[in-house]
């Protein structure tokens, strides 16, 4: 496939050609219908594992904008931490002072 991976419906259609559907795999696995339905269009790490291992291709190949050729999540994995306030305040605090200020 091409260098951004295959597309959602292909996914699909190469579980269908496999003998099942996305709603059979998320049973047999434990998992809702949503999250293997989410997986096609969004990096769930599990989910996108559970499919590729059933079509038998690499989640590299299948989502390479998402998943380096060990199966690793590309990219950053933890939300940027909120700059602390500055001269002590908590941000409640510094809020709280800037609508007074504004009174």
Known sequence: MS???????DIVA???????NLAQLSRKHGKCLS?????LGYPRT?????IAE???VPMHELWPQW???DGNLIGPK???RRRPCSEGHT???AKSSRNAAAV
Do not use: M, Y
């Not at 260098?3 to 419906?9: D, E, I, K, L, V």
């Not at 190469?14 to 099942?20: E, I, L, N």
């Not at 599990?46 to 559970?50: G, L, M, Q, Y």
């Open 3 to 9: 260098n951004t991976g295959w597309h959602r419906a």
């Open 14 to 20: 190469a579980v269908r050609k496999k003998g099942s």
């Open 35 to 39: 999250a293997l339905k989410t997986s």
């Open 46 to 50: 599990p989910s996108n594992r559970i």
């Open 54 to 56: 059933f079509i038998g």
């Open 67 to 69: 998943f380096d050729s």
């Open 78 to 80: 933890t939300r940027r």
């Open 91 to 93: 941000n409640v605090q």
